[in-house]
């Protein structure tokens, strides 16, 4: 290499040293601008490609029946979308897509042209597709008909307990019943997930944000079977009797729950409201709908005068020649009863007997135990829309007012505060607190027993048996008899409240007609009342035979033990004309004469959860054993228990044993030795 | 042509040394020279025949040294990624096992729905109709409990 050759080389390679160096600036400033300049942009740009976050969905929580029939739960379902610009032919896909779902292609198509102009990627052709319409669609084989997983609330029973159970918008959100006032325990709360996702967006990498809380589980006091009687039973009334509304509750009455709780007219929470009258349909009419209670009401009265009177079921009262004249105001029976024994003032329905007592009990202290039978508040039952009904102050009675309150009327109350103020006379004398929900099941499986309310006492128990003697003589010889059980003593108390019409300010020969009972009478098992409204006929006759019918069926599907022999059941006898016309105030009446014999008081176990799957509390079983046959009998007659009686001597065995709590109609069999 | 070669010319200078002797040899008559002629390689044979190997343990050493240090980096970046593609295989089980749950719990709401239809009492009722089924008289059910006979506290 010769030396003239030397300064063409070291130029070339400063030349490329510099171009070398000008390239790793460049590089350099590139790098610069993009990790230093743009860094927070492009980062957020390569965590949004890396990393994905989605909800975790907390599914609604089912609504069961006492038994873990489902009453109420969410199913999924697919929903249909599109994404426009990948769409050929917006008109052809519209004609499709409308033939097919049966919507309205003109529309479809405008919504379709709508998202291409605005470069939208995801338009909705249908949500929530039934199946049919989701196989048909999916069979088109269109890869640009896209699917989303949704969710619907689906009610598999239909009516069944529709009224409390209610139903939910298009999004599942509660809007009547126990889905609204559970809306937010049903619903849970939707989880946060972030997930790092490799280049087919696939996950591989999970960081749960938010933990999801997926709705509970509710359990209800509700028994499906009893309730589909009900609802059966009513509507066949309101039916026969073209009776617009009615509504029905079985309560058990030691404890409160609500066994069956049905409303008429129907309706099926699948179907969506088409017309406003569907809304009407909605209405739970045995909580938020009060009417005037009328005879029913005596029950009220009659036992706030064996509890602030001396009077007694044999005490005779005055009916007079069959017209009271109240402050010149003229109350009829229909008839001239005469003297006539408490018992067969109830049994027989007699208004002026009625006010009678209550004149003697006085207005304070009707008032007094108006108000502590629950009227004139509400009761507490977690539903929504319950009214309390309506009491007037004492302040506000004319002088007249306590002939009308002692009849039922000048007041209102619902189907539900009857049913629970008949189940204090039936449990012994505390009004129980309704109870709805026995539990929920917390995603996790852990169930979680709802605390039975305790109630209040409102009447001694000797008045409660009292009363329910009173209230078997209806069943057996008064204005009631149609609400007779085969196997099973029963009371109860019908009522037939005329309704007065707004426009001519008259009464109309359209009554409220109810009636409200329970069986067997000796450690109830169960409390129904029944009303139906507009009825043209009276509560014995409209009202009691649904009482007698869901009576016998609840009866039986809750296996209580026939306390009356078989043999003597006798076929129901509709009450005649006279008796009908007996229930209605103002209306005349006629005497039968007392039978029955009243028994002493059953004390039973109340505000206490039962054992096991039991269906009712009742009185716990006292120790007979070492005692004499004389002190068994005495016990027993306190206690009010049954007994069956073996051998001579001692009380040496018993069953049940000493603490168990007594089904009803069952006795204690005491073996006697020396 | 932009060859490897020339790249080297250039940065050489080669093709300007090239050049000169042209203008040279022109000058001179001599023949042409061929490119970089300048330039050769000279091998000198080497007989390693009578070499003896020395004994160099330190060389072994270091030689078994290097090989377990290399194995040890290659295990030590081994366990230090084993948890990543473990977490990603991991993670992709996870989701295949999601979406397996997923759609379990759908077919499973399915089945409920459709086992609380079946078992509604409406259904059973029209079955029972159906079937022509019907209740039977209270004299012809037999209550499971003791005979009432022998009640005393009864007040009927």
């Keep these: 290499m010769g030396p003239h050759l030397e300064p063409h080389r070291d130029r070339r390679v400063a030349i490329l040293t510099g171009a070398f160096l000008l390239w790793a600036l460049i590089l350099a400033g590139r790098l610069v601008y993009l990790q230093i300049w743009r860094h927070h942009e492009l980062a957020a740009t ?30 999924p379902v697919e929903s249909a979308f599109v994404d426009p610009r990948n769409v050929d032919d917006i008109d052809r896909a519209a004609d499709l897509l409308g033939s097919v779902l049966e919507l309205d292609a003109q529309r479809l198509q405008e919504r379709l042209a709508w998202g291409v102009e605005n470069n939208k990627a995801f338009v909705w052709v249908k949500r929530k597709l039934t199946e049919e319409e989701a196989s048909r669609l999916k069979a088109l084989g269109q890869d640009w008909i896209r699917f989303r997983r949704e969710s619907r609330r689906v009610y598999p029973k239909g009516p069944t307990a529709a009224h409390v159970v209610g139903t939910v918008d ?132 009659l036992a706030s005068a064996l509890e602030t009177t001396d009077l007694k079921p044999d005490s005779p009262i005055d009916c007079g020649p069959g017209v009271l004249v109240l402050h010149g105001r003229p109350i009829r029976d229909i008839h001239a009863y005469g003297v006539l024994p408490m018992q067969k003032v109830l049994a027989k329905s007699s208004n ?68 629970l103020a008949v189940s204090a006379i039936a449990n012994g004398g505390v009004l129980p607190k309704p109870r709805l929900i026995l539990g929920r099941q917390a995603p996790d499986g852990a169930y979680r027993e709802e605390p039975v309310a305790a109630g209040r006492r409102i009447l001694k128990p000797e008045t409660a048996v009292l009363m329910r003697r ?114 209605v105030p103002d209306a005349g009446k006629q005497a039968v004469s007392p039978q029955h014999e009243l028994a002493r008081v059953a004390e039973p176990v109340l505000a206490e959860a039962p054992d096991g799957p039991d ?42 044993e000493p603490g168990a709590v007594l089904a009803a109609g069952q006795r204690v069999r005491i073996v006697f030795a020396p | 042509m932009a060859t490897l070669a020339t790249l080297v010319d250039w940065i050489t200078g080669a093709k300007a040394a090239e050049g000169a002797v042209r203008e040279t040899a022109m000058q001179d008559y001599l023949c042409r020279p061929l490119p970089n002629e300048h330039l050769f390689f000279w091998v000198r044979p080497i007989d390693n025949s009578k070499l003896k190997a020395e004994a160099a343990p330190e060389a072994s050493r270091a030689c078994v040294r290097s090989i377990v240090a290399c194995l040890l980096a290659v295990v030590a970046l081994v366990l230090a990624l084993a948890p990543f593609a473990y977490n990603l295989l991991a993670g992709y089980q996870i989701r295949t096992l999601e979406a397996e749950l997923e759609v379990i719990r759908q077919e499973l709401a399915l089945l409920d729905k459709q086992e609380a239809e079946l078992s509604s009492s409406a259904r059973l009722a029209r079955l029972a109709e159906a079937e022509r089924y019907v209740d039977p008289e209270p004299s012809e059910l037999v209550p499971l409990a003791p005979a009432p006979d022998g009640a005393v506290a009864m007040t009927r």
């Design chain 1, 46 to 75: 390569a965590r949004e490609q890396h990393n994905g976050t989605e909800t975790i969905p907390a599914p609604r929580g089912k609504i069961l029946d006492r038994t873990g029939e489902i009453l109420a739960l969410s199913v």
């Design chain 1, 170 to 301: 298009f999004e599942e959100n509660g809007n009547g019943g126990l889905e609204l006032s559970l809306d937010e325990e049903l619903r849970g709360k939707p989880g946060l997930v972030t997930f790092l996702r490799d280049s087919r967006k696939r996950g591989v990498e999970f960081h749960v944000l938010v933990e999801p809380r997926p709705g509970a589980d509710i359990r209800l006091s509700i028994d499906e079977r009893i309730q589909y009687v009900a609802n059966r039973e009513l509507e066949q009334a309101a039916r026969a009797f073209n009776c617009p509304t009615g509504s029905l509750v079985v309560v058990n009455p030691h404890n409160g729950e609500i066994l069956a709780m049905s409303s008429y007219p129907p309706f099926d929470p699948n179907e969506p409201v088409r017309r406003p009258e569907d809304l009407a349909s909605r209405t739970n009419q045995a909580i938020s709908v009060p009417f005037e209670p009328g005879s029913v009401f005596k029950v009220v009265t």
């Design chain 1, 352 to 419: 002026i007997g009625t006010i009678r007592a209550a004149l003697r009990v006085g207005e304070p202290q009707l008032y007094e135990y108006i108000r502590r039978f629950g009227f004139g508040e509400r009761t507490g039952i977690p539903l929504p829309g319950e009214s309390p009904g309506v009491v007037h102050p004492l302040k506000r009675w004319h002088r007249t007012s306590i002939g009308s309150i002692a009849m039922g009327h000048e007041l209102s109350a619902t189907t539900l505060q009857l049913a």
């Design chain 1, 470 to 583: 009173m209230m078997e003589s209806v069943v057996l010889e008064g204005t009631g008899r149609q609400a007779r059980l085969a196997g099973f003593t029963s009371g109860g108390k019908t009522g037939s409240a005329q309704i007065p019409d707004p426009v001519t300010r008259r009464y109309t020969h359209r009554y409220h007609a109810s009636f409200v009972g329970f069986a067997p009478v000796q450690n109830p098992v169960i409390v129904v009342a029944v009303t139906l409204n507009w009825a043209p006929r009276y509560g014995g006759v409209v009202a009691a035979p649904v009482f007698q019918r869901v009576a016998r069926e609840a009866l039986r599907i809750l296996g209580a033990v026939p306390d009356i022999p078989l043999e003597e059941i006798e076929p129901d006898a509709p009450p005649t004309r006279q008796e009908e016309l007996a229930d």
């Design chain 1, 615 to 656: 269906y009712f509390v009742g009185p716990r079983v006292p120790d007979f054993r070492g005692k004499p046959l004389r002190a068994v009998l005495a016990e027993s007659a306190r206690s009010g228990i049954p007994v069956q009686l073996e051998g001579s001597g001692l009380a040496r065995r018993q069953d049940p």
